[in-house]
């Protein structure tokens, strides 16, 4: 398992593009809003979290798009399932990397533009750890939608897997405002926990029978 | 014993040659009862005290609302039973069902959306129970563009069955969410375990829409499924014997 | 329970004024469902003709 994530972490370390250019769009987007509005900006703070939700939406799903892609068109996808090893393990690995390397310092950059945006400093990491159950959420989901949709194009990864991801984002719009409102923050906090543990155990699952299903 | 139950009973061969035989009887019917159902709530059912004669949409749109959420459960059982049992006459149904449901679930929206205007006076709204439907009807359109974006059928079919078990997760959402989220909607009208919150004179007309409008739907599915049958297996020897 | 709910056709069709909200919604709803039935039977037909003469 230790082999793995470091054969892992290593593969997606040498793919710049990969890691470093979802986590450079997601600065830029959250530059360019304050900046797209009038320069009184009115009630910034306010709406400055929906633009946090919504850049991690897209955000995520561009970061996902190519997870397992590449190594499906370079044939070592298919080595896996031939040599017959735990594909779940596999799968599982390459999310928790994505997860750790381009995920969590999202949720850290979306944290930090929030303070930067008049969030208490006593509050920021609370949204922190909002934003990091949902990208756990969020990866797990859009990597089950780039492994139906393998090299057909983002269009179908957004039909497929989008659907799944909007509830999420209702609910993360939620449990942001109870942190704006100071009530039922452990409640939905649990619940966000709850869900994404549960995806990050079962979704590898469904993903490696669809790689599967692919490979046949 | 069950698997060897499930293959004798769903070659898509006995289901063309068995659908075929009461096709036109459930088509009729259906008909007959929507018309019927319509014609009731249009003309004769009472005016409602609140909502003035807009109402009457109730009569189309809540039997599209509830069969947009049925076909999705429909076809979830379906991909299950592909899934497990491999059964090939259940990944053609989930084929055929998408587009009555993507139909289906378009009117409820958009029969919905009319009827906001005179009631809620907006159009839309970013309401529990809208979103979801409209959520739904993203799913459906997904299901289709994946199906249809393989040119090897066989595995189309297990990538759309492994996606329609995953999002029947959406249909408890979907359900509950009137009583998650803040709504406008007012809540179900008939549920089975209370007595309707209608009146009888407007009950039995949205009765016989919800059967009229099920019937005519799966007629419509029927009528899909065999061209969709007919067009995967017209190398069979059976399709050529049945055209 | 079977009076006729409305004092002439006219406001049948008018229903007070939410008739435009009613009659719009049943008559594309009806004209999409046989657009459906329509176009399944149409293709149906080319497909058996395909295959017969083939």
Redesign the interface.
């Known amino acids: 398992m230790i082999n793995l994530l470091t054969h892992e972490a290593f593969k997606l370390r040498h793919r710049l593009r990969a890691w470093l250019g979802p986590l450079l769009i997601m600065v830029l987007v959250l530059i360019a809003f304050p900046l797209s509005i009038d320069v009184s900006q009115y009630d910034l703070n306010k709406f400055y979290f929906s633009i946090i939700v919504v850049s991690l939406l897209v955000i995520s799903f561009l970061a996902t798009e190519s997870i397992f892609s590449e190594d499906y068109e370079d044939g070592s996808l298919e080595q896996i399932y031939l040599e017959e090893k735990d594909f779940y393990k596999v799968v599982l690995t390459k999310i928790s990397i994505y997860i750790f390397f381009i995920g969590i310092p999202m949720s850290l950059i979306g944290s930090l533009f929030s303070f930067a945006n008049g969030v208490a400093a006593d509050e920021t990491p609370k949204i922190f750890v909002i934003l990091t159950f949902s990208t756990l959420i969020l990866f797990n989901i859009f990597s089950f939608g780039s492994a139906l949709s393998i090299n057909k194009g983002a269009m179908l990864g957004v039909l497929v897997s989008l659907p799944l991801a909007l509830p999420v984002i209702v609910l993360l719009g939620r449990a942001i405002r109870t942190v704006q409102y100071g009530e039922g923050f452990i409640e939905v906090l649990s619940l966000l926990a709850g869900v994404g543990l549960i995806l990050a155990a079962v979704m590898p699952i469904i993903i490696s029978a669809t790689l599967k299903t692919h490979l046949e | 014993m069950i698997t060897s139950f499930i293959h004798r009973f769903s070659s898509p061969k006995s289901f063309v040659e068995v659908t075929a035989r009461f096709f036109s009887y459930v088509m009729y019917l259906g008909l007959f009862l929507l018309a019927t159902g319509w014609i009731w709530g249009l003309a004769f059912a009472p005016e409602d005290a609140i909502q003035g004669n807009s109402y009457r949409i109730i009569f189309l749109h809540v039997p599209a609302s509830i069969f947009a959420q049925l076909i999705y459960f429909f076809m979830a059982v379906c991909a299950l039973m592909h899934l497990v049992w491999r059964v090939k006459l259940a990944a053609y149904l989930i084929k055929s069902s998408a587009p009555v449901g993507a139909l289906i679930t378009f009117i409820a929206l958009f029969s919905g959306s009319i009827w906001g205007i005179p009631t809620w006076g907006t159009w839309w709204q970013w309401d529990a129970r809208i979103t979801s439907t409209l959520i739904l009807f993203i799913m459906y359109l997904g299901i289709i563009t994946l199906h249809s974006s393989f040119s090897n059928a066989e595995k189309a079919d297990r990538l759309m069955s492994i996606l329609v078990v995953v999002g029947v997760v959406n249909i408890p959402i979907i359900k509950k969410s009137v009583d998650w989220w803040s709504t406008l909607h007012q809540p179900a009208s008939i549920t089975i375990s209370e007595a309707p919150s209608i009146d009888l004179s407007m009950l039995y007309p949205l009765l016989i829409s919800i059967s009229g409008m099920g019937l005519t739907l799966i007629a419509l599915g029927i009528l899909i499924s065999k061209l969709y049958i007919i067009t995967r297996e017209k190398t069979k020897k059976w399709v050529q014997n049945y055209v | 329970?079977?009076?006729?709910?409305?004092s002439s056709l006219h406001h049948?069709l008018i229903?007070?004024g939410?008739?435009i909200?009613?009659w719009?919604?049943?008559l594309?709803?009806i004209l999409?469902?046989s657009i459906?039935?329509q176009v399944?039977?149409r293709?149906?037909k080319a497909?058996?003709k395909k295959?017969?003469d083939a």
């Open positions: 329970m079977f009076n006729f709910a409305f049948f229903m007070d939410h008739g909200y009613v719009p919604v049943y594309v709803s999409l469902i459906g039935f399944t039977i293709k149906l497909l058996s295959i017969k």
